[in-house]
């Protein structure tokens, strides 16, 4: 058990490392916006995905958010992009199936709101109104019942203001966010240079959509 537990102290303090990408497989979807990974057998860690926030388990769609990631991301191997670790001792990762990115995915489909305090990412919060307006998972609910998780988990904290979604840097950029709308090399290119897209690029090596781009 202390062997165990060395070794997955290792493996945080590895991973931790701001902008560490490693593999990983999914052993446990803990709720909508947490999930256990195991490395090379080394144990498990949580992992919590950065930028979104779900509703909690208790409120109205937690469950149905859960069912959400774990249709992603259930017992599949997935690519973490880790930024450092929080006070809970959970990797802080953008979390890849892929060309997917999950996180994106989460709000795209409804399952989660981007949580501001921590993010400002224009593809993110695009990907947010884009799910409100076509009332997509949780935007089809009630507005009493569609609280943000930040407020109910604590009810009296200060309003945080919507933050407005950027103007995109050239009016070509239209509503395509995602690798399987690209139907060139070229067109990926110009979305994540002219657009701000930086999800196209998954693992941060400056060519968009590796499918298409390194064929």
């Not at 509703?55 to 259930?74: M, N, T």
Request: aromatic share 6%.
């Amino acid at each position: 058990m202390k062997a165990l537990a060395h070794a997955c102290f290792a493996l945080l303090l590895i991973a931790a490392s701001p902008g560490a990408v490693f593999t990983a497989r999914v052993v446990k979807i803990v709720d909508g916006d947490t999930i256990s990974v195991e490395v090379g057998g080394k144990g498990s860690q949580r992992v919590r995905l950065i930028d979104i926030d779900t509703p909690e388990k208790d409120q109205p769609y937690g469950r149905e958010a859960r069912q959400a990631l774990a249709a992603l991301v259930s017992d599949r191997e997935v690519r973490l992009e880790t930024h450092g670790a929080d006070d809970y001792g959970r990797l802080l990762a953008r979390v890849f199936v892929g060309e997917v990115d999950v996180n994106a995915e989460l709000v795209r489909s409804g399952a989660a709101w981007v949580f501001r305090r921590y993010s400002d990412d224009p593809t993110l919060i695009a990907l947010e109104a884009e799910a409100r307006a076509q009332r997509r998972g949780l935007w089809a609910l009630p507005p009493t019942e569609r609280i943000p998780p930040w407020r109910w988990r604590h009810p009296d904290a200060p309003v945080e203001p919507a933050a407005k979604p950027p103007k995109p840097a050239d009016p070509r950029c239209g509503t395509k966010v995602f690798c399987r709308e690209m139907k060139s090399c070229a067109e990926a290119r110009f979305h994540l240079e002219k657009c701000g897209l930086t999800g196209l690029d998954g693992d941060r090596d400056g060519v968009p959509c590796s499918a298409l781009c390194k064929k």
